[in-house]
């Protein structure tokens, strides 16, 4: 894009060295002031040549310094019907970057710029300006526009628009506001700048005041903003004030657009309106429009999720009718659909139509049909299809890797899957290595769990908390406690932690083990990691210590309370589980002692009275 600013300042700046200029090479790369009457002869003549912009950013790359690159630029800038390109303000970028680390503030570049007999106008500041803004170097633009006020120029509605963007860039959307309503000429751009912001923000509050303030000076937004504006009000389900913009729009003799209909199906649709968004899409037939596969997509996914089958099975047929083709984003949608609302034969049928249509489909969608094949209970078909379309037209990533590793353990082909994890174990994420153990031992293959769980921490591979957390899960349900136990302490020694369900699963189990040193552990361990077990715990704990030991376990049970590992729900819950004269006069002590009663009924207590024999 092109630019050029119009001098539209009143100037306040004192006389300055003229500077003329016939080439840049004319100048010494050093920054000696040049004497009134030895000021080089080149700056106010017109030059012989026609300037273009290939000469301009040919001679800018060649400039001996950064400086000089800048008083050439801002020269050019200077001369009749010349006007810069993108490509021009993208190298001064660098140039302009270079000149401000070097000098620290736009005020010394001024000065750098005044020392070789540059005349300062107002031009050079909005370029300035312009260079920063295009540069995102926002610090800078504020100093610009500051520099500019202290020069004795006043800012035109260019340079309020720049500051006001930067404002709303940085997350200052109130003094952007203010700032806008305090510019004394706004313009389009000015409220259009702070329209496309406030949608940007969601901020529709700010967003009505701006437009209203617009309309009251004049100005009507173009068809973009509409849209915009439109959009943002659908998307956040304002379908009155959408209503209101559409009724605008109409007003101002402004086409509604394919793509505005779309947004308000959208809208519709989002607030479980369906059948009113489907009512859309026919008076968009009636009155000559042609919904695209935009809107064809979002009405058919809001009709599944509406659980409204047969009315999206319409829509495609009233689609297909119009000529209007399926694309690879449609083609998902419909495959994702079908098989969530467990139309295995349609979703299966849209995929063959892609093929069929020569449209190639990505692997992000052949693993979502593989994940479905697994979840609907069908793993034979997953490994089929990992055989025959991801293996064979893809490099399968770590999803398909997930897909065909369950559905050959699913399938009770464990050797084979053994196999073949054992094949590609290496590189492969902590997530692959926990779900074939998790799989492994979901199946009761418990050894073969362990074996490959040891070779891979043996061989260093990936593995996470989680890792652990299946391990020690599956040896839980197999009582093999003492194996759980050791994974545990193994993570503690990684510096991790457990989560609350597997922290109250083992003081569960090892409570009904009657392993009072390891559970006094676990308390302990718990307490200090600010793990929150459940009330249902805390009493079997209760009940296994104080047989032992009643003193060590009210000790335990107070720094339990002290760090709210229970919440006040639960403690009151305690109070009517334990069914323990010793535990019940403790509590309520403790509970009278330190305000810890909330003030919810016995209504909200459950009725389940836990035992543990």
């Known amino acids: 894009m092109q630019w050029r600013h119009k001098r539209i300042f009143l100037s306040q700046s004192p006389q300055l060295i003229p500077l003329r200029l016939y080439s840049i090479h004319s100048f010494s790369s ?59 303000f993208t190298h001064m970028l660098h140039v302009v970057s270079r000149l401000t680390h070097k000098c620290q503030s736009v005020n010394s570049i001024i000065r750098e710029l005044k020392s070789v007999g540059c005349v300062i106008k107002p031009q050079t500041f909005l370029l ?59 313009n389009f751009l000015s409220f259009n700048m702070a329209v496309c912001s406030l949608c940007k923000l969601n901020d529709l509050v700010r967003l009505k ?55 308000l199906i959208n809208g519709l649709c989002k607030l479980r309106q369906a059948d009113k968004a489907g009512f859309m899409l026919v008076k968009m037939i009636e009155i000559g429009m042609s919904p695209n596969v935009v809107t064809y997509t979002t009405l058919f996914k809001g009709l599944m999720e509406s659980q409204m089958v047969d009315s999206a099975k319409r829509v495609l047929n009233i689609m ?24 295995l034969d349609d979703a299966l049928n849209v995929f063959k139509n892609l093929l069929k249509q020569n449209i190639v489909p990505d692997l ?56 073949w994890y054992v094949m590609t174990a290496i590189g492969l994420d902590a997530h692959v290595h926990t779900l074939i153990i998790d799989r492994l031992m979901k199946i009761g293959e418990y050894n073969i769990a362990l074996k490959l769980f040891r070779s891979v921490i043996a061989e260093e591979y990936n593995l996470d908390i989680i890792s ?31 989560d609350a369900y597997i922290c109250s699963f083992m003081l569960s189990v090892f409570c009904k083990e009657r392993n009072e040193k390891i559970v006094e552990q676990l308390i302990i361990d718990v307490n200090e990691a600010g793990i929150q077990v459940d009330s249902y715990t805390l009493i079997k704990v209760f009940k296994f210590l104080r047989r032992k030991n009643p003193s060590s376990v009210l000790n335990r049970i107070t720094e339990i309370l002290n760090l709210r590992l229970v919440n006040d729900q639960e403690t009151r819950a305690l109070l009517y589980q334990a069914n323990d004269p010793l535990f019940d006069s403790y509590l309520k002590n403790y509970l009278k002692n330190n305000q810890f009663v909330d003030s919810s009924s016995s209504d909200d207590l459950p009725c389940t009275i836990v035992s543990d024999k």
């Open 320 to 343: 297909e009718s119009r000529g209007c083709s399926h694309d690879l984003v449609l083609s998902n949608v419909l495959i994702h659909c079908f098989f969530k609302s467990g139309y």
């Open 468 to 498: 652990y957390m299946v391990v020690i899960r599956g040896l839980l349900n197999a009582k093999r406690n003492e194996e759980a136990y050791y994974f545990y302490t193994k993570i503690k020694e990684l510096g991790e932690f457990p």
């Open 364 to 419: 992000v969608l052949c693993n979502v049909i593989l994940n479905y094949f697994i979840k609907a209970g069908h793993p034979s078909h997953a490994v089929d299809w990992y055989t025959k379309i991801i293996d064979k037209a893809f490099t399968p990533d770590k999803y398909s890797l997930v897909g065909r590793l369950s559905g050959l353990c699913d399938s009770g082909k464990i050797k084979e899957a053994v196999y």
């Open 209 to 263: 005041d701006v437009i209203r303030i617009m309309f009251w000076k004049g100005y009507v937004p173009n068809v973009g903003t509409f849209d915009l504006v439109f959009d943002c009000f659908c998307k956040a389900g304002r379908l009155k004030e959408a209503y209101q913009v559409l009724g605008l729009m109409i007003s101002f003799g402004i086409s509604v657009s394919v793509n505005v209909w779309s947004m």
């Open 30 to 88: 050093s920054s000696k002031t040049t004497k009134t009457n030895q000021s080089p002869h080149f700056y106010h003549k017109t030059p012989k040549f026609t300037l273009t912009p290939q000469f301009v950013h040919s001679t800018l790359s060649k400039s001996p310094s950064d400086l000089l690159a800048l008083v050439f630029f801002l020269w050019c800038a200077k001369q009749n019907n010349y006007f810069h390109d993108h490509q021009a």
């Open 128 to 186: 300035l300006l312009r260079i920063y803004w295009h540069g995102k170097m926002d610090r800078f633009v504020f100093n610009t526009f500051d520099e500019m006020c202290r020069f004795g120029f006043k800012p035109n509605t260019f340079a309020r628009n720049v500051r006001m963007d930067v404002l709303f860039r940085n997350g200052k959307v109130e003094d952007a506001i203010t700032f806008l309503k305090r510019t004394p000429l706004p």
